[in-house]
């Protein structure tokens, strides 16, 4: 039994152990490991992608979704009151909270896996799933250059995550004042995107749109990066923000079809999360 709260919780060679489980749940296999057990997942009512997956996983592995709103691990109660009560009855815990910290508290106090869902500082399952899918298209993930475009937040600290355990180059794209420590820098899209071969996006806050002016991933910028390269933006994205109208309707944009991955990969991080 473990806990899945950053990427950095696992090594390449584990990564590659949930692609292959993955892989596994597509083919049919795994169908009963969550039967006669209960999972509990805190999610907020905003949230579609992640916990429709999650909740249809659990499913399809013959086990018992029991949901609550992630407002509730906010109230006075202590959660190590909280897990000492869910220890008694819940084989596994799913959250999706603001703070990292309170689902590490979590994983410290429970006596069952802990899987963090996203928070304001990462989103480990999401980026997984990417990563998943772009194993399915490209001969080395590792061996690719990856830009994220964005500003520092959760997506882009989760990347970070992953180019740290996957050992693949990244750099980012934004405007002045919303680096990401440690990675190589562009001010200007069409910089950027030269020798790229996997650009990913995050969306943006309304009042930041001016500043990021010259980090729109447009078509004619896709254009400049290296043959056969993908633009993965992180749902939901907004056409006209951080990405043009011309370049999700192109052949470069894989969003769509990299999503469906989400299902098999959060059911391979909770058969991982079972394991002894």
Known sequence: MRNFVRLTDRTQKEI???????????????????????VVLFFPNTSIRT??????????????PILFPSETLDKKEDLRDVCGYLNN???????????????????EYATCPVINAMTDSNHPCEVLSDLYALSQIREDITGDEY??????????????EASEVMGFSLSQCCGKGYEIEGLPVFYDIYEAV???????????????????????????????????AVLNPCPPFYRGEEVSEDVIDSWYFVGYGFKKYLLEVQQAVMIDCLRE
């Open 16 to 38: 590659y152990d949930i692609f292959k489980i993955a892989d596994e749940v597509a083919q049919g296999k795994h169908k009963d490991v969550l039967k006669g057990k209960s």
């Open 51 to 64: 916990r429709v997956t999650f909740e249809k996983g659990i499913y399809l592995l013959d086990g018992q």
């Open 89 to 107: 009855w819940a084989d596994m815990i799913i959250v999706r909270h603001k703070d990292i910290h309170l689902v590490e508290k979590m994983a």
């Open 147 to 160: 830009l994220f475009c964005g500003k520092r937040g959760n997506i882009g600290l989760a990347w970070k």
């Open 194 to 228: 030269k020798g790229k071969d996997i650009v990913c996006t995050d969306s943006l806050p309304k009042e930041v749109l001016e500043d990021f002016k010259n980090c729109q991933v447009t078509k004619e910028a896709m254009d400049m990066a290296n043959e056969g």
